[in-house]
């Protein structure tokens, strides 16, 4: 069965520092994505990106990277230069596909705070 | 465009009664699933339906029903509603049944007393 692993439930930062949220998944499948979703306190899931399994290059998208390492079975996202608006809940999520469909398994969270 | 909406934002029931939430996807979008939020964890697969057609079962038992209609907006329908069931019930939408991004809604927050 899959299952996806977010040990830091919560962190705090002070503005500007760097920040790594860890993402720990397990599958039997070889073919599978995997998912980063943010949810501001308005409470509304924000989708942030989606990997498959076959491609591990490391992505940025401005302040955002993520490092995703089969090796290890993780895929942990940073954040640059926090700022307070980054202060949310962050999901990590895993999708078989196949017959699966579209069916995502969420990890537990990790809420950031952002401190001015 | 407009995003994935649902209705009612918030709904209050008592113990044992029935209640519908809706949700009507990103246009262009065929397939809808929901996901049930209890407070403080992540959100929890419930149903996937594409082409009006149910696609995926999470673990949930059988007084949770939705179906999905012709324009693709779908509901879901909770029976005997029990204290536990209280959570944000969330509807995603994504353009066919695969593992495409799926885009969330603002949910539904269902409280029973």
């Known amino acids: 069965a899959q299952k996806v692993t977010q040990a830091q439930t919560e962190i705090s930062v002070v503005e500007k520092e760097d920040v790594t949220l860890d993402c720990v998944y397990e599958t039997r499948d070889t073919t599978y994505y995997l998912f980063w979703y943010k949810q501001p306190p308005s409470g509304e899931l924000v989708f942030l990106i989606r990997?498959?399994?076959?491609?591990?290059q490391n992505e940025i998208s401005g302040r955002y990277s993520w490092n995703f390492q089969k090796s290890t079975s993780s895929f942990n996202f940073t954040i640059t230069a926090s700022q307070v608006v980054d202060s949310a809940v962050y999901f990590c999520a895993l999708s078989e596909g196949g017959d699966a469909g579209n069916m995502l398994t969420f990890g537990g969270g990790t809420r950031l705070m952002v401190k001015p | 465009d407009a995003g994935v909406t649902q209705s009612p934002t918030h709904l209050i029931k008592t113990r044992g009664q029935h209640v519908t939430l809706r949700c009507s996807p990103i246009s262009g979008h065929k397939s809808v699933s929901w996901y049930q939020q209890v407070l403080g964890q992540g959100p929890q697969f419930i149903f996937q339906?594409?082409?009006?057609?149910?696609?995926g079962r999470g673990n949930f038992p059988d007084r949770f029903s939705a179906r999905q209609f012709p324009n693709y907006s779908s509901e879901l329908n909770v029976n005997a509603l029990l204290l536990g069931d209280s959570a944000l019930y969330l509807c995603?939408?994504?353009?066919?049944?695969?593992?495409?991004?799926?885009?969330f809604g603002p949910g539904t927050r269902l409280t029973v007393t």
């Open positions: 990997r498959n399994s076959f491609d591990e």
């Open positions: 339906y594409y082409e009006k057609e149910e696609r």
């Open positions: 995603a939408s994504s353009l066919s049944q695969g593992p495409y991004e799926q885009y």
